[in-house]
């Protein structure tokens, strides 16, 4: 059965995700008040991130860089996006 929640970013009722999509208060947070479609717009940009800022995510400089981008997606603040990015065509 598909679980419900108050979305965070959208500030509507949205599928919720399936478990906390890593251990630790943080994480029971993001399953408590994200939607699926919220994370997976996030996982898309954390990507780009990492591609565009050349990142090494073990890196605790560059986890934190994604924890505080992170945050600023889902709960409001939006994100800044790198310098001189261009979107990939279609």
Known sequence: MMRLVHCAKFGIEAEGLEKPPFPGRKGEII??????????EWLRLQTMLINEHRLT??????????????????????????EGYKPPAD
Not at 62 to 77: S, V
């Open 31 to 40: 399953f408590e008040t994200v939607s699926k479609q919220a994370w997976e």
């Open 57 to 82: 995510p073990f890196e605790p400089q560059a986890r934190e860089f994604l924890a505080q981008e992170r945050d600023k997606f889902l709960f409001g603040g939006g994100t800044a996006m790198p």
